[in-house]
């Protein structure tokens, strides 16, 4: 099974600041991993598909890279609405969710 | 608008059962794939299980295989998880989760969820 491992947990920053999470895959995954986002009590919503691509109606401070094994989620300038909880999943084989990353106003 | 609605949740006494059930609007069931996605109180998200469009391509997590069967009916546009032998492990907020066309494996449409709770 492939395993998923964010960083970190927690992530304390301010309004505009610039935030990056890191999501590192057990094996090589090519570019097959999403990134959502979930608020409290709410359905996760998926932000960017194939490590990159950007989903329809997702804010362009929104953005992923990587390939193979680490992968990275980079809000640009922190938004109030960007405040939730972060997960990345890999469609490689079956689906396998991050443990979440948390990022909290600083 | 697209939209799933998820039902069937409550509370169950360890070893009973819960059927789940998800019924989809706005779309046409028939021409995607689904999965269920579980969340246990103040967890991440856990993959449950998988149906291809046409019922015929079936997977499950370890956690429940045995214990969980997945289905649909397309005529009727709902999908189902049938829940055996539940444990105390089960409880969790239950998410039926919609395929993105050309991009299985990402979850672009998901339901409100429904809370299991498997307590004696």
């Known amino acids: 099974d492939i395993q998923m491992t964010q960083s970190p947990s927690t992530l304390s920053a301010s309004i505009g600041d610039r935030v990056t999470i890191t999501c590192r895959a057990s094996q090589s995954i090519s570019s097959w991993l999403a990134w959502y986002q979930q608020k409290p009590g709410k359905a996760p919503k998926v932000l960017i598909y194939k490590a990159s691509t950007l989903e329809s109606g997702v804010p362009s401070r929104f953005s992923g890279s990587g390939s193979g094994t680490e992968f990275t989620l980079t809000i640009s300038s922190l938004q109030p609405d960007d405040f939730a909880t972060y997960y990345c999943q890999q469609y490689n084989s079956y689906l396998t969710f991050g443990q979440g990353t948390k990022v909290e106003i600083k | 608008e697209a939209q799933l609605v998820e039902s069937g949740g409550g509370l169950v006494r360890p070893g009973g059962a819960l059927r789940l059930s998800c019924a989809a609007s706005?779309?046409?069931?028939?021409?995607?794939?689904f999965n269920w996605v579980r969340q246990a109180p103040g967890k991440g998200l856990e993959w449950v299980s998988h149906?291809?469009?046409?019922?015929?391509?079936?997977y499950y997590a370890d956690s429940v295989k045995g214990r969980f069967t997945i289905s649909r009916d397309n005529a009727k546009n709902s999908l189902f998880l049938q829940m055996n032998s539940l444990r105390a492990e089960d409880t969790a907020v239950y998410y039926c989760?919609?395929?993105?066309?050309?991009?299985?494996?990402?979850?672009?449409?998901w339901g409100q969820g429904t809370l299991v709770t498997v307590s004696s």
């Open positions: 706005g779309f046409t069931l028939s021409g995607y794939e």
């Open positions: 149906i291809s469009s046409s019922g015929t391509t079936i």
């Open positions: 989760a919609r395929e993105r066309a050309y991009s299985n494996g990402v979850l672009a449409l």
